[in-house]
């Protein structure tokens, strides 16, 4: 029980180690789709990606907020 506890206890610290701060990531985002070549439906999509991020990331929830974004990123990198 105390190896779970622990576990438990570690996950939120190495998650958030390795996640950049959402407004960072967001505005490297927002640099690139303004200099991108997008078609009308990948267009749609990012900015559905940067919406849910900018939800996510005023509700404090950077780990989310950077997987929607780094979504982005990759449709922006096609």
Do not use: H, W, Y
């Not at 960072?24 to 009308?40: I, N």
């Not at 929830?61 to 950077?66: I, K």
Request: net charge negative; glycine share 4%.
């Amino acid at each position: 029980m105390l190896v779970a506890a622990l576990l438990v206890g570690a996950s939120p610290l190495a998650s958030s180690a390795a996640t950049v701060p959402c407004e960072t990531m967001l505005k490297d985002m927002r640099a690139a789709k303004a200099s991108a070549k997008l078609g009308d439906a990948d267009r749609a999509k990012v900015q559905d990606l940067e919406d849910k991020a900018v939800e996510r990331c005023n509700a404090d929830d950077d780990v989310r907020a950077d997987q929607f974004l780094t979504q982005a990123i990759t449709i922006i990198g096609k």
